[in-house]
């Protein structure tokens, strides 16, 4: 028998469950003031907590919303966006996380959700329950004083400063059409809400840059600027988005182009965005890191794998899932789709595993030679390598 109960949160308890999550965080609780705009921010009856039975204390918490991933192909698949994961200091490594991340599958597949998703404060503690690193991301400095944008970049449209707010409802209208590649995700109203309260605990001014091209809105960027003395301002870019060559080259000129600015620090960006090569010196950007960044769970394994395009020679694989034993089974996937099938492996690899290499972040043979694959047909992985690629690498952009 538990000594503790997990179940969906009311509404009266969901300020203390963000406050048991921050204190997880090492982060101060709400304030009366931030408390309203981080409450927009929640779908309802998406919050999970873990009260012990005998205090009636709440100790871990869990929360959601309901989103949609692009997958290669172009089709969206429904998405559970999992956030605020934090179990009391002093009742951890007892299971209670287990158990969170347990019943929130049960209630993702529940509701026919096809996948789960996460950003991982660490990255030991998702694999256990079938998350694997299905996106990676970069870090990237920009000295401005080298970076001259080259005269040959695309140009066109004009780059707008805006009201933060009025700015928002616009990007929220345009940027279904720029979240075409494969991991970015839907981002419900309660999702642009949690960006503004975010922006709200900035320290210095928040500036919002709208790139309009000939069919409107076509990217935005948002920053602040640290400026410690006189000399030494570096601006930070805590958002970006552009649908083509023209607005990411439009917006990163103004970027270079703000006064007393000499470094532009970027986080979080795609490992191919093309910055260096749109400069007349390519070593004015220097990436400062590379690390995981989107964590997926195939929560309905045969509709994740149906709802993606392939491309090149069949292959056969066997997928294994202690968790969600339901989607253990073999798989064909060819240009036809993806269908169970009797047929032998080819190729066999656990559920984590297999949402590494489901958007393309990851090639199979790669996964083969670090021994998370195993090819049973010789030649199987370089079929799974070519059939599963995608023409950019995964990016999720959209920070939860
Ligand atoms: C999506 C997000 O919100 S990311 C934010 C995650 N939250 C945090 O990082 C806040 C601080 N940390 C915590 O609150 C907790 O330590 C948690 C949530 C990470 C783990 O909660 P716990 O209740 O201790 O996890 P639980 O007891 O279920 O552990 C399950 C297994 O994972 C392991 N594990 C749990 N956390 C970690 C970790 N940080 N590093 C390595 N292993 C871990 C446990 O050892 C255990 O393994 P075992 O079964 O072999 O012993």
């Keep these: 028998m538990t000594d503790h109960v997990v179940r969906t949160l009311t509404d009266d308890e969901l300020r203390a469950s ?63 966006a999992v956030t605020s994961v934090g179990v009391r200091a002093d009742c951890t490594r007892r299971g209670v996380l287990t158990e969170l991340m347990h019943a929130q599958l049960r209630e993702f597949a529940d509701r026919g959700l096809v996948a789960a998703g996460l950003h991982a404060s660490e990255s030991a503690i998702y694999g256990r329950f079938g998350y694997g690193i299905a996106t990676r991301a ?136 093309p910055l260096e090569l749109l400069l007349t010196d390519p070593r004015a950007v220097s990436t400062t890191g590379q690390f995981d960044d989107l964590w997926v769970r195939l929560v309905d394994v045969p509709a994740a794998l149906a709802m993606r395009t392939y491309d090149g020679e069949p292959v056969v694989l066997e997928v294994t899932d202690p968790v969600l034993p339901g989607n253990e089974g073999c798989y064909r996937l060819g240009p036809d789709g993806a269908v169970r099938t009797d047929q032998p492996a080819e190729l066999q690899l656990s559920v984590d595993t297999l949402a590494m290499i489901h958007l393309g972040a990851w090639r199979p043979s790669q996964l083969v030679d670090t021994g998370r694959v195993r090819e049973t047909a010789p030649g199987a992985a370089e079929r799974a390598d070519r059939l599963l690629s995608t023409a950019t690498p995964p990016w999720c952009g959209t920070f939860f």
């Design 18 to 80: 963000q406050d048991l999550f921050r204190a997880t965080l090492h982060v101060k609780p709400l304030t009366d003031d931030q408390w309203p705009s981080v409450r927009a921010s929640l779908q309802p009856a998406r919050s999970l907590g873990v009260h012990e039975v005998d205090s009636g204390a709440l100790i871990g918490t869990a929360r959601s919303f309901d989103s949609a991933i692009t997958v290669p192909g172009g089709g969206d698949v429904p998405l559970g």
């Design 138 to 273: 970069r870090d990237y400095t920009v000295d401005v004083r080298r970076a001259k944008v080259r005269q040959d970049a695309p140009a066109g449209g004009r780059v707008n400063i805006e009201n933060l707010d009025s700015a928002m409802e616009r990007w929220a209208a345009a940027y279904p059409a720029m979240a075409t590649r494969p991991g970015m995700l839907a981002r419900p109203d309660e999702w642009w809400a949690g960006l503004r309260s975010h922006l709200a605990r900035e320290e210095g001014p928040v500036t919002a840059v709208t790139h309009e091209g000939t069919g409107g809105v076509d990217g935005f960027a948002v920053y602040s600027v640290d400026r410690p003395r006189p000399g030494s301002a570096t601006l930070n870019l805590i958002e970006m988005q552009a649908a083509g060559p023209e607005a990411f080259c439009g917006v990163w000129r103004y970027l270079l182009s703000v006064d007393l600015v000499h470094e532009v620090t970027a986080s979080v960006r795609p490992l191919d965005d």
